[in-house]
Nanobody, 125 residues
Framework: QVQLVESGGGLVQAGGSLRLSCRIS????????MGWFRQAPGKEREFVSS????????YYGDSMKGRVTVSRDIAGRTVILRMNSLQSEDTAVYYC??????????????????WGQGTQVTVSS
């Protein structure tokens, strides 16, 4: 099973930008889909974005569509989430996750088998 480590979270003012990274360990299962989810205090975890490793197909959830871009660095085994125009409601712990096949929807967290520890994003108004 792959190990995932997120980085790049922090404190940002409303309207600002952040770049989150998720490093995927060497070895383990083949990478099929990488997803980003977030969980705000008192709320359920929700889908942000995903990218299919082989062909780069991306998918965005409604919560941040138009304000985020997901990409991958295949050689560096890294998934990147660029977030713009951040607002206070974007404050959450952001997680990357690995889906080890194409079964299940890419926006369904139950379809993901490995998760990072999360990185905190705090947007001050």
């Amino acid at each position: 099973q792959v190990q995932l480590v997120e980085s790049g979270g922090g404190l940002v003012q409303a309207g600002g930008s952040l770049r989150l990274s998720c490093r995927i360990s060497e070895g383990g299962s083949r990478i099929y889909v990488m997803g980003w989810f977030r969980q705000a205090p008192g709320k359920e975890r929700e889908f942000v974005s995903s990218i299919r490793w082989r062909d780069g197909t991306t998918y965005y959830g409604d919560s941040m569509k138009g304000r985020v871009t997901v990409s991958r660095d295949i050689a560096g085994r890294t998934v990147i989430l660029r977030m713009n125009s951040l607002q206070s409601e974007d404050t959450a712990v952001y997680y990357c996750a690995h889906k080890s096949g194409f079964d299940g929807a890419d926006d369904d967290q139950k379809a993901y088998v490995a998760w990072g520890q999360g990185t905190q994003v705090t947007v001050s108004s």
